[in-house]
C-alpha cells in the first residue's frame, strides 16, 4: 500500500519546518546579494579551527556509502525496510542530481572558478572541483537521507524530527563552507533531495516491507549479524580511505 504525499507530509512536517524555513531565507539572501554575492558574505565568515575541521570532515557523510550504511545500523533492528528505501531515495535523487549538473546546467562553474582572485574567498580544499556547479548533489544527498532519519523518530516528539533537519542544514551548509557550491546549489539540491526523496518515499518503502515480510525472522536474524559486521567493516574502510579517523 503506497503513503501518498500529503499523508507522508503529514508525519514528516516536523523535518520539513526547519527545511522551509532555511530555504525562505536562501531565497532572500539570492534576491538581495546575488548569486555570487550571497556565498562570499556567507563564504568569507565563521572560519574557525573547529568549523573548519567539521566541516572539511562532515561533508563526507553524503558520500552514498556511508549514509544507508549508517541508517542500516541505527535502524536494522526496529525497521529493516529503512535501509534499503534509504539507499534507493540517495541513489535516484543523487542521479537526478547529477543529470542536471552534466546535461542541464553543465556551463554552470564552481565558486574556485567564478570567485577566483576574490580576496574574501575561502577553499579549505586542496584540489576543489571547478566544474558543474548546480545544483549540489551532496545537499540532494543529505536531505534525502535526512528524511530517512525524520521516518525514523516519527514518533518521538517534534523537536527530534526538528533536529534531524538541523543537521541536515548544516550538514548542506558545508559545502558553502568549505567553498565547492554557491548558497543557490544546496537550495536547490536540498529541495531536490527532501520533496524527490517524500513522493519516492512513498513508493518504494511500502514495497520493502512486503519483500521483507515474506522472508522468516530466523533468515532475518541471521542475515540481520552478517549485514551489521560487513556495514561496520565497509564504513570504518570507507572513512580511514578518507581520512575521516
Not at 53 to 82: E, N, S
Not at 172 to 193: C, E, K, N, P, Q
Not at 199 to 223: C, D, H, N, T
Request: net charge neutral.
Amino acid at each position: 500500500m503506497e503513503l501518498g504525499p500529503a499523508k507522508l507530509l503529514s508525519q514528516l512536517k516536523w523535518y520539513f519546518l526547519p527545511l522551509v524555513l532555511f530555504w525562505i531565507f536562501c531565497g532572500i539572501m539570492l534576491s538581495l546579494y546575488g548569486y555570487e554575492g550571497s556565498f562570499l558574505l556567507l563564504n568569507s565568515h565563521s572560519h574557525l579551527p573547529v568549523t573548519d575541521f567539521l566541516g572539511r570532515h562532515l561533508t563526507h557523510l553524503a558520500d552514498v556509502l556511508i549514509l544507508p550504511l549508517v541508517v542500516l545500523l541505527i535502524a536494522w533492528k526496529k525497521d529493516k525496510a529503512l535501509a534499503p528505501t534509504t539507499l534507493f531515495l540517495m541513489v535516484l535523487t543523487g542521479l537526478t542530481a547529477q543529470a542536471l549538473k552534466m546535461w542541464v546546467f553543465d556551463d554552470w562553474m564552481r565558486p574556485t572558478v567564478v570567485c577566483a582572485g576574490n580576496p574574501d574567498f575561502v577553499c579549505l580544499l586542496e584540489t576543489p572541483p571547478r566544474v558543474h556547479s548546480f545544483p549540489s548533489g551532496h545537499a540532494t544527498t543529505f536531505a534525502a537521507g535526512g528524511l530517512a532519519f525524520a521516518w525514523l523518530v516519527r514518533e518521538w516528539k517534534g523537536w527530534a524530527q526538528i533536529g534531524v533537519g538541523l543537521i541536515t542544514i548544516a550538514l548542506s551548509y558545508t559545502r558553502v563552507h568549505i567553498g565547492v557550491h554557491f548558497l543557490g546549489d544546496i537550495f536547490v539540491g536540498s529541495a531536490l533531495g527532501a520533496i524527490g526523496g517524500l513522493f519516492l518515499f512513498g513508493i518504494v518503502y511500502p514495497r520493502f516491507q512486503q519483500i521483507l515480510a515474506k522472508i522468516p525472522e530466523s533468515r532475518l536474524e541471521s542475515l540481520g549479524v552478517v549485514v551489521i559486521v560487513l556495514s561496520i567493516l565497509i564504513l570504518s574502510l570507507r572513512f580511514i580511505q578518507l581520512e575521516v579517523f
